[in-house]
């Protein structure tokens, strides 16, 4: 399945915001053109996904911890890559913040964008190392294999 296919699957039931061409044109002046892959901004466009909640047990979470997250609104992708950590440290390796944690624990979701995969795996991306420069790559938890796994698994919360 795609992401799209999966996309489809839930749409009926997602409770986010469809991204403007306004906020694609933040995103798209506010990061790399590596970061904003066609593919990306064709889905925040076509479905719910800003502001709309994801849980995944632990069993389904790579990491074993679960993932509660909050489906970042665009204007937000940018601000976490480009002005906080450790989203500025780990841009330039090819991350893309796409979630925080809905729980609190201030870590955030991103996708690895650094094979260039129309279906990229979703990671943690932890802000307890945040300091060390450059970010540890070997400390960044792996959730998903794909996005499209990740939206197969979830639940909307």
């Not at 064709?42 to 909050?70: T, V, Y």
């Not at 809905?102 to 996708?111: E, M, V």
Request: charge should be negative; glycine fraction near 8%.
């Amino acid at each position: 399945m795609t992401i799209k296919d999966e996309l489809n699957r839930i749409a009926r039931d997602l409770q986010g915001t469809l991204a403007s061409d306004d906020d694609i044109r933040i995103l798209k002046t506010g990061l790399p053109a590596a970061l904003t892959p066609d593919w990306l901004t064709s889905i925040l466009q076509e479905f719910r996904l800003a502001g709309a909640s994801f849980s995944l047990s632990e069993e389904l979470d790579k990491s074993g911890l679960g993932a509660d997250m909050l489906w970042l609104w665009p204007k937000q992708i940018v601000e976490e890559s480009c002005g906080a950590e450790p989203g500025k440290s780990v841009q330039s390796s090819g991350f893309l913040p796409i979630g925080a944690c809905a729980i609190g624990s201030g870590d955030y979701y991103y996708l690895d964008l650094r094979q260039a995969s129309g279906d990229p795996p979703v990671v943690r991306v932890l802000h307890d190392y945040a300091v060390e420069q450059p970010y540890p790559l070997d400390k960044i938890e792996s959730v998903s294999s794909s996005l499209s796994e990740f939206f197969r698994d979830a639940r909307l919360s």
